[in-house]
């Protein structure tokens, strides 16, 4: 029987061969105690402005500007914080967001960062990004896994690629208080 890591190389190695470009991005999930403790920045806020241009090597960025309600860790409310992406479209080019958010102006978002330069980026491909969506009788919290799929075990103990589901609340100001006891547990 092969190794866990020994299996990985055999899969990634046969798909690089069957479909290189069928693929989203495939990612190691993250629980929010560890996005709490590995990020640079944690708040909740609005999406606000939005830029597409091209970046020194030529590629589509997408600068997002977020406007910080209640800064959990590393921000404080009124801050304007910039979120980079590569991809996006400009004058008709489009350059795809693999794993990556979407960002709709006015939307209220829960976000755990990593510093790039002057701006932000999300936790990891397809993580750190909940979003705020109002509901009938309480608003509801969901992740956006944007397009990524995972890797790991499956029921029979064998490796394999599934579509993961996203972590849900029900209450923002509740969800807000575990991840402020998370962060006060950092090391």
Do not use: C, W
Not at 64 to 75: A, F, K, P, R
Not at 134 to 157: K, M, N, Q, T
């Amino acid at each position: 029987m092969l190794n866990l890591y020994a299996q990985l190389q055999i899969i990634f190695f046969i798909l690089s061969l069957v479909a290189p470009n069928a693929l989203g991005v495939i990612v190691k999930l993250s629980d929010l105690q560890t996005m709490a403790a590995k990020s640079d920045i944690v708040f909740h806020g609005y999406v606000g402005d939005q830029r597409v241009n091209y970046d020194k090597m030529g590629r589509i960025i997408t600068l997002t500007d977020i406007e910080v309600i209640d800064g959990l860790y590393g921000s404080k409310p009124g801050q304007i914080v910039t979120m980079y992406q590569v991809g996006g479209e400009h004058n008709g080019v489009v350059m795809p967001l693999l794993g990556g958010h979407v960002y709709r102006l006015g939307q209220e978002v829960i976000l755990f960062g990593l510093t790039l330069k002057n701006t932000f980026v999300s936790f990891s491909a397809g993580q750190g990004k909940l979003d705020i969506r109002p509901g009938e009788d309480e608003e509801v919290v969901r992740e956006d896994l944007g397009d990524i799929s995972a890797l790991g075990p499956s029921i029979d103990g064998s490796l394999g690629f599934s579509t993961p589901v996203p972590l849900t609340y029900s209450n923002t100001e509740l969800l807000k208080d575990e991840i402020r006891l998370m962060l006060r547990n950092r090391l």
